[in-house]
């Protein structure tokens, strides 16, 4: 999961004012959250989970849990991100809060069918995901909406 965020931090992370990009270790100090949430999601779906009696009783678990897990990331993308900028690039962040979760997603679900004996990816899973990125974008999008007000509205 580093060499996923490093290849980002490196292409998308802003300027210095002598035209070179900011060192990953700053990346690693701006956004440890995200860093953590996605590593955390990468290694939960590549190891073996055991059954869950719960799970059985409430119908597409899996499903919900995948979407809770997908808005989180995306929702925490946004919050640093926008924590961390005053002016936001939208396109750097659809590319980094959107786009990125749900290619994160599709790569973890064919590491799933073709690396893994013991998980399988599936199709609504990734569905299920993009669902999550899509409510923690909205939620993203309301976080962006408060902090404009809080700051006495757009300009």
Not at 19 to 32: A, E
Not at 44 to 65: G, Q, R
Not at 88 to 105: E, H, Q, Y
Request: charged share 15%; glycine share 8%; proline share 5%.
């Amino acid at each position: 999961m580093l060499c996923y965020s490093s290849a980002f931090a490196y292409l998308w992370a802003p300027k210095t004012r002598i035209g070179q990009n900011f060192m990953i270790k700053d990346y690693l100090h701006r956004y440890p959250l995200t860093l953590l949430a996605a590593s955390a999601i990468t290694i939960a779906s590549l190891v073996p989970v055991p059954e869950v009696k719960l799970a059985e009783d409430v119908p597409l678990a899996d499903k919900w849990v995948h979407m809770v897990m997908y808005g989180t990331l995306t929702l925490i993308i946004w919050v640093e991100y926008l924590r961390q900028h005053r002016t936001p690039k939208w396109g750097r962040l659809m590319l980094l809060g959107v786009a990125a979760p749900i290619a994160m997603s599709g790569i973890i679900e064919l590491m799933q069918a073709y690396l893994t004996t013991c998980r399988s990816g599936e199709w609504l899973d990734l569905a299920a995901n993009t669902i999550g990125v899509a409510l923690g974008t909205l939620s993203g999008l309301c976080f962006h909406t408060f902090l404009l007000y809080k700051k006495g509205g757009p300009k």
